[in-house]
């Protein structure tokens, strides 16, 4: 591979719409006479390196690519190496790992640009599962073994839900565990570095809060809009971050940060103790009976004034009883 520098500056030829795809011109002289006038433009510019991609191939299906789009390819691939000195590297979309190294290996290409190296995501052509095994055999079956692989992890505008339980860290390792030869970072396509909602993990990169939940099918909502009541329950700035909270507890909302009983202690606190009488702590007096009609008979649960009331529920029957004594009990 060509030498690349610490700090490199690659851009990407975006080769325009090759046959088979739905946006295809039908001149594929003129698809090569782009990428071409691109790599020019760029190596006038100074760039380190560039990066081949059928970017317009929409929509990206997953392999087998139609056999005259990999031919074109292929001509655009040998075409660049003939003008660019430095590195150049190429992506087939959609996870064409293996079509991207073959056409590499032919042109002299330096590196690969690999989506879905290690584990599985859902991208807009579908599931895309780990080719790291199948990928690195083929490049030594093919004897060029001097191709570098760049991974890509927790690639943007895909959905990560199936490996929700691993942040960016698990990843990078998991692909140096498998033999990358390096990764590459595009950040989650959401808003949580704008927000400030970035938390530092020693020795990993930064990951997002969990005060942003991610809506991999649409966009990402805050869970609780600026200026809510609970930041200032929390003694927080209007519209500033939350605290870290897990995904648990940020769908269960505020009580799921406060056990139920505490919940309970606050309402006590709030509401008073419970009264089975009048505000006074006496028990109701009973209402007058119509004429005609039997008196109401006084509440079985009433006690005598300088007693506290019973208890309420159906221990106050009980109460009663043992307070007029054994005769009365056994009426009962």
């Not at 719409?17 to 691109?38: M, N, T, V, W």
């Not at 560039?50 to 191939?57: G, I, M, Q």
């Not at 691993?166 to 990764?183: C, T």
């Not at 009433?302 to 307070?323: I, K, L």
Request: contains cysteine; glycine residues 12%.
């Amino acid at each position: 591979m060509r030498n690349l520098p610490d700090k490199f500056l690659g851009a990407m030829i975006a080769v325009l719409p090759l046959p088979g795809a739905p946006r295809y011109g039908g001149d594929d002289a003129r698809i090569i006479a782009q990428a071409l006038s691109d790599v020019a433009h760029y190596h006038a510019a100074g760039v380190d390196a560039l990066v081949l991609e059928n970017s317009h191939d929409l929509p990206y299906i997953k392999p087998p690519l139609p056999p005259r789009a990999i031919k074109v390819m292929q001509q655009v691939a040998d075409a660049a190496r003939r003008q660019f000195p430095g590195p150049i590297g190429i992506q087939m979309l959609e996870a064409a790992n293996e079509t991207a190294l073959e056409i590499a290996g032919t042109a002299g290409l330096d590196f690969l640009r690999v989506e879905g190296y290690v584990f599985a995501h859902v991208g807009g052509a579908g599931l895309i599962e780990g080719c790291a095994g199948r990928l690195l055999r083929r490049r030594r079956e093919l004897g060029v073994e001097q191709i570098k692989i760049f991974g890509d992890v927790k690639k943007k505008h895909c959905s990560h839900a199936l490996t929700g339980d691993l942040d960016i860290l698990d990843e990078v390792k998991q692909a140096e565990f498998f033999l990358v030869d390096g990764v590459i970072v595009t950040g989650a396509h959401d808003r949580t570095a704008r927000a400030g909602g970035i938390a530092a993990r020693p020795g990993a990169c930064a990951r997002p809060r969990a005060d942003w939940l991610r809506h991999h099918a649409g966009e990402p909502r805050r869970l609780f809009p600026p200026g809510r009541r609970l930041h200032r329950r929390l003694d927080l700035p209007a519209g500033g971050p939350l605290p870290g909270r897990s995904r648990a507890e940020a769908a269960g909302g505020l009580h799921a940060r406060i056990p139920a009983a505490a919940r309970r202690a606050r309402k006590r606190e709030r509401d008073g103790p419970k009264q089975t009488g009048n505000l006074r702590g006496k028990p109701a007096p009973a209402r007058a009976a119509a004429p005609g009609q039997t008196p109401a008979r006084p509440p079985v649960n009433a006690a005598p004034a300088d007693r506290r009331p019973a208890a309420p529920g159906w221990c106050g029957g009980w109460e009663a009883r043992r307070r007029a004594g054994p005769g009365a009990r056994g009426a009962g």
